[in-house]
Structures are given as structure tokens and as C-alpha cells.
């Protein structure tokens, strides 16, 4: 019978939890390694709607790229997340940003993958990545590429007509990952999420940058991972959470 312990330990085997940023809370957040597991529940996201799901299909164990638990909890209000997974007998194993860096079904991996880049180079304590296109293309015909793959409502670009081809990403809010981009030669760069001072960056470094969406750039690994654990623990159920989309609606 396969126990939490043996996931928690094979996804540490190829995203190590050593490996997280300071600022990151990963691993097993929530119940036992000891516990038997028949079912697992995989999301981005741990919302009151994914502990319903994997409490109708009889989960015991839910494995999310968000933290549950991401600061030290001052109190524990009986319609919280983390009180609910308990009240359920639901454990939370959580892979962030160690798994945003691996280089076996890592998130950036799985962008890179999803954008069909070719010759992908991760750099070692950096987290972002880079890959070429077959082909250079403008800015904005790459965003709409981007946009298509990644099933995004809406990619706002930089310098849309520049030529690009070697592009590097970090998924989810990587906004702050630019400058490191611009330093290692980047013709654009795609994230998730940016801020206003990095548009400007873009411009004044000429190179484009191109947000895709939080949710878009990092839901492409849930599908890999999944079929990664249920290739290793095939006496195990692993299914996808249908109860989640991105969160934001384009008026």
C-alpha cells in the first residue's frame, strides 16, 4: 500500500524541497507521511471548492503548487482552508518554488514546453529559463502564439514589433526576474506577472516583455506532474481538479 510518505519522498527526488526560495513554505503542510493513500487530488490552488472535489472522489491527499499554508497562521477560523483540510482528514503536500525550478517537470519547464521552445537552458540559482524558436517572429506574433498555447484570455506586450528569438520565462509572478533575463542576453522575456516599473525596464533595454497571466503561465504542470506520479504509484488515482480557472475575468 503506497503511504504519503513515498509521494512526498519521490517528489522531493526531483523537486527538492532545499531547493525552494527563503521565503517559500513547502513539502507536506498538512497531515501525516504514515497515511495510507488509494487517491490524490492535483490543483494550483487549494480553495474550499478543491477540498469539496476531493472530498466527493474520496482523496486523501492533495498535492497544489500554492503554499495552503504560506504564513505562520494567528488563528484558525472554521471556514478557513487549512481548518476545513483537517475537518476533512485531507492532507496538503505543496511543491512551489522547487518545483517552479526543476528540471524534470518543473513549471518553467513545462512553459518553455507548452511554447514549443527548443534547445532549453535552465541557470543554476536563477529562476528563470530559457529556450529559442524555431523561427523569429515578432513580439506580437510570439504574444499571440503565447496566448493561444496557454489558453490565456488576454497577454499585454512590450516593443511588439521587435524581432525576436531567444526568449526566457519565469511562470507566475516573475516580474521581478526582467533584469536577470536582459543580463543573459534575452530578446523577451514572458511571465505571468509584471509591474509597471518592469514595462518600463522593457522599453528602456529594448527588450519585450510579455505577460501571459499567474494562473496561465503555471497551470500547464499540473497535467505533466500528474502523469509523472501516476507512471510511478500506478495503484494510486491521481486525477486533475476540475473545479479551477483563472480567477480573473477581462470585461
Request: glycine share 6%; proline share 2%; hydrophobic share 45%.
Given at each position: 500500500?503506497?503511504?504519503?510518505?513515498?509521494?512526498?519522498?519521490?517528489?522531493e527526488?526531483?523537486a527538492?524541497?532545499d531547493s525552494?526560495?527563503d521565503?517559500?513554505?513547502?513539502g507536506?503542510?498538512i497531515?501525516?507521511e504514515n497515511?495510507?493513500?488509494t487517491?490524490?487530488l492535483?490543483?494550483?490552488?487549494?480553495t474550499k471548492?478543491?477540498?469539496?472535489?476531493?472530498?466527493?472522489m474520496?482523496?486523501q491527499?492533495?498535492?497544489?503548487?500554492?503554499?495552503?499554508?504560506?504564513?505562520p497562521?494567528?488563528?484558525m477560523d472554521?471556514?478557513?482552508?487549512?481548518y476545513l483540510?483537517a475537518?476533512n482528514?485531507l492532507?496538503?503536500l505543496?511543491?512551489?518554488t522547487?518545483?517552479d525550478?526543476?528540471?524534470n517537470?518543473?513549471v518553467?519547464?513545462?512553459l518553455?514546453?507548452a511554447l514549443?521552445?527548443e534547445?532549453?537552458?535552465f541557470?543554476?540559482?536563477?529562476?528563470?529559463?530559457?529556450?529559442?524558436?524555431r523561427?523569429?517572429m515578432?513580439?506580437?506574433?510570439?504574444a499571440?502564439?503565447?496566448?493561444k498555447?496557454l489558453?490565456?484570455?488576454?497577454?499585454?506586450?512590450?516593443?511588439k514589433d521587435k524581432?525576436?528569438?531567444?526568449?526566457?520565462?519565469?511562470s507566475g509572478?516573475g516580474?521581478?526576474?526582467f533584469?536577470?533575463?536582459?543580463?543573459?542576453?534575452a530578446?523577451?522575456?514572458i511571465?505571468?506577472e509584471?509591474?509597471?516599473?518592469?514595462?518600463?525596464?522593457s522599453?528602456?533595454?529594448?527588450?519585450?516583455l510579455?505577460?501571459?497571466g499567474?494562473f496561465e503561465t503555471?497551470?500547464?504542470v499540473?497535467?505533466?506532474?500528474?502523469e509523472?506520479?501516476?507512471?510511478?504509484?500506478?495503484?494510486v488515482e491521481?486525477l486533475?481538479?476540475?473545479?479551477?480557472?483563472?480567477?480573473?475575468?477581462?470585461?
Amino acid at each position: 500500500m503506497t503511504q504519503i510518505r513515498d509521494i512526498v519522498d519521490f517528489c522531493e527526488s526531483f523537486a527538492p524541497f532545499d531547493s525552494a526560495a527563503d521565503f517559500d513554505n513547502v513539502g507536506l503542510l498538512i497531515g501525516s507521511e504514515n497515511k495510507n493513500v488509494t487517491k490524490v487530488l492535483l490543483a494550483l490552488d487549494i480553495t474550499k471548492e478543491v477540498i469539496a472535489e476531493a472530498k466527493e472522489m474520496g482523496a486523501q491527499l492533495i498535492i497544489s503548487h500554492h503554499p495552503v499554508i504560506f504564513n505562520p497562521l494567528k488563528s484558525m477560523d472554521s471556514q478557513s482552508v487549512p481548518y476545513l483540510m483537517a475537518q476533512n482528514s485531507l492532507s496538503a503536500l505543496c511543491l512551489h518554488t522547487n518545483l517552479d525550478i526543476a528540471i524534470n517537470t518543473g513549471v518553467n519547464l513545462c512553459l518553455a514546453n507548452a511554447l514549443e521552445l527548443e534547445n532549453i537552458t535552465f541557470y543554476e540559482g536563477e529562476f528563470v529559463v530559457s529556450g529559442v524558436l524555431r523561427s523569429e517572429m515578432s513580439a506580437e506574433e510570439f504574444a499571440k502564439f503565447a496566448k493561444k498555447k496557454l489558453g490565456a484570455q488576454a497577454v499585454t506586450c512590450t516593443l511588439k514589433d521587435k524581432k525576436v528569438k531567444k526568449i526566457f520565462m519565469c511562470s507566475g509572478a516573475g516580474g521581478s526576474e526582467f533584469m536577470k533575463a536582459v543580463e543573459l542576453g534575452a530578446d523577451c522575456f514572458i511571465t505571468g506577472e509584471a509591474h509597471h516599473h518592469n514595462y518600463l525596464e522593457s522599453i528602456h533595454e529594448g527588450v519585450s516583455l510579455i505577460v501571459a497571466g499567474h494562473f496561465e503561465t503555471e497551470d500547464i504542470v499540473i497535467n505533466p506532474l500528474k502523469e509523472k506520479l501516476q507512471k510511478k504509484f500506478c495503484e494510486v488515482e491521481f486525477l486533475k481538479s476540475e473545479s479551477l480557472s483563472s480567477p480573473l475575468y477581462f470585461i
